[in-house]
């Protein structure tokens, strides 16, 4: 069982930048990938990063690669994402989630355990 709190979202404004956290419980963190999604309002949730369960691999929706990056700690069972130059569509909520499979999936009926989200908006 592992349990996901986000925190770290809020309001910027365009062009700016905001660095969310994930903190999980549990001591089996270090076992599981972690994703990003995020799920705008009318819209489905969605993909955004992953990472392999020792950071050496990263994954990223095309809509925020070269803007946002994943990252972890293991010894703080924590899980990042920097985001940079933001823009209004990045508006949403934001959800970290763990994946036992392993496999970085950007399907999200993939991954195990959720948070209960972080609100992101981008202002103009």
């Known amino acids: 069982q592992v349990q996901l709190v986000e925190s770290g979202g809020g309001l910027v404004q365009v062009g700016g930048s905001l660095r969310l956290s994930c903190a999980a419980s549990?001591?089996?963190?270090?076992?599981?990938?972690m994703g990003w999604f995020r799920q705008a309002p009318g819209k489905e949730r969605e993909f955004v990063a992953a990472?392999?369960?020792?950071?050496?691999?990263?994954r990223y929706a095309d809509s925020v690669k070269g803007r946002f990056t994943i990252s972890r700690d293991n010894a703080k069972n924590t899980v990042y994402l920097q985001m940079n130059s933001l823009k209004p569509e990045d508006t949403a909520v934001y959800y970290c989630?763990?994946?036992?499979?392993?496999?970085?999936?950007?399907?999200?009926?993939?991954?195990?355990?959720w948070g209960q989200g972080t609100q992101v908006t981008v202002s103009l």
């Open positions: 549990g001591r089996t963190f270090s076992r599981y990938v």
């Open positions: 989630a763990a994946e036992s499979g392993r496999t970085m999936t950007t399907q999200r009926g993939e991954y195990d355990y």
């Open positions: 990472i392999s369960w020792n950071g050496g691999a990263t």
